[in-house]
């Protein structure tokens, strides 16, 4: 099982194909959820990000770094890398916390989307705290009830940077700084692509297949 760093915009589903490696006894490892964290703890960070985030810009290179070092340095399962490294300057962080902690087992994929079906994908989904999700607008991912998760029947909420103009924003960042990473992977023949458009269950294999699982 190789480790694998997830690139991809927003919405390109990353979290559903993390979900499946979890399963396998992955590590998943999201900046975004541990800034989201921070958030909810109210911590000196978590004020710190709060505006920025919801903007849907990127939170500094050094703040996100330090809590990837933290969590590689303690880390002893395979890993999923989700949703970092957004920058080139992050990769090259990346790269050399990888050389010192002797971590050459890893491959890159990149989940590819247009951003008009990654919006749709966006404003559609909403989530429950008992972790369910849905979508509003595919329909066998719709709730039975509107508004109501059917698995536990709690009230579905939207992520707080779900709406267009942040979904736009955080996307645009996403494509402006994605070339240089990709060419900076694709020199070290670590780079696979794979169209996040062909189904789920199509993308789960042919991700396992990279990952030798
Ligand atoms: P995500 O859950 O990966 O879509 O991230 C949500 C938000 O967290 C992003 O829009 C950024 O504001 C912030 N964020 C997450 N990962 C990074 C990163 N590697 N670098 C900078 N900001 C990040």
Redesign the pocket.
């Known amino acids: 099982m190789k480790n694998v760093i997830f690139i991809a915009p927003?919405s390109a589903g990353k979290g559903t194909q993390s979900k499946e490696l979890i399963n396998l006894g992955y590590d998943h490892i999201?900046?975004?959820?541990m800034?989201?964290e921070e958030i909810s703890k109210k911590s000196d960070l978590g004020l710190k990000i709060e505006d920025?985030?919801k903007s849907?810009?990127?939170?500094?290179?050094d703040i996100?770094f330090e809590l990837i070092n933290k969590r590689l340095k303690n880390n002893s399962k395979p890993f999923i890398l989700?949703?970092?490294?957004?920058?080139l300057n992050?990769a090259k962080l990346l790269d050399n916390l990888f050389n010192e902690l002797n971590i050459d087992n890893y491959e890159v994929v990149y989940l590819d989307i247009a951003m008009e079906e990654a919006l749709k994908r966006a404003l559609g989904r909403l989530t429950c705290e008992c972790g369910a999700s849905y979508n509003i607008y595919y329909e066998p991912l719709k709730p039975k009830c509107d508004g109501v998760c059917d698995v536990c029947g709690k009230a579905l909420v939207r992520r707080g940077?779900d709406n267009e103009e942040s979904f736009r924003n955080?996307f645009s960042t996403f494509l402006e700084n994605n070339e240089p990473i990709k060419e900076f992977y694709n020199s070290k023949n670590r780079l696979h692509v794979i169209d996040a458009t062909i189904g789920n269950e199509i993308v789960t294999d042919k991700i396992k297949n990279i990952l030798d699982i």
């Not at 999201?30 to 959820?33: K, V």
């Not at 849907?56 to 290179?61: A, F, W």
């Not at 989700?82 to 920058?87: A, C, E, H, K, S």
């Open positions: 927003p999201s900046t975004g959820d800034l989201r920025i985030m849907g810009s990127l939170v500094s290179d996100v989700d949703g970092f490294p957004r920058t992050q940077d955080r």
